[in-house]
């Protein structure tokens, strides 16, 4: 199994960039998805949260109003739609699903599946 992130790259403070996030080597049409992210001397967070079938999604305080996460079942992909980005939101940001449960959660432990992070730098 593997988790694909990509359309992470530099942009200034107050643009979007979109990012995406494809699974291979199994299904998880029926599984939470969530994103994540790591900046530098500071634990994983979670950013945004989505169930199965998109209609119950969870989102940081800190990203709220401004990121917006989706799925297409089809394509086996979760995005993450981030506008009116900030220097603070500068980190790794990683794709997880959860291979098991039916809920969104913001725990990173019940998350069972991790790509390798793509990297959001956003410039004063």
């Known amino acids: 199994v593997q988790l694909q992130a990509s359309g992470g790259g530099l942009v200034q403070a107050g643009g979007s960039l979109r990012l995406s996030c494809a699974a291979s080597?199994?299904?998880?049409?029926?599984?939470?998805r969530a994103w994540f992210r790591q900046a530098p001397g500071k634990e994983r967070a979670f950013v945004a949260g989505?169930?199965?079938?998109?209609?119950?999604?969870d989102y940081a305080d800190s990203v709220k109003g401004r990121f917006t996460i989706s799925r297409d079942n089809a394509k086996n992909t979760v995005y993450l739609q981030m506008n009116s980005l900030k220097p603070e939101d500068t980190a790794v940001h990683y794709c997880?699903?959860?291979?098991?449960?039916?809920?969104?959660?913001?725990?990173?432990?019940?998350?069972?599946?991790w790509g390798r992070g793509t990297q959001v730098t956003v410039s004063s």
């Open positions: 080597g199994r299904t998880f049409s029926r599984y939470p």
């Open positions: 989505i169930d199965w079938s998109g209609g119950s999604t």
């Open positions: 997880a699903a959860d291979g098991l449960g039916t809920m969104v959660s913001s725990t990173y432990s019940d998350y069972d599946y």
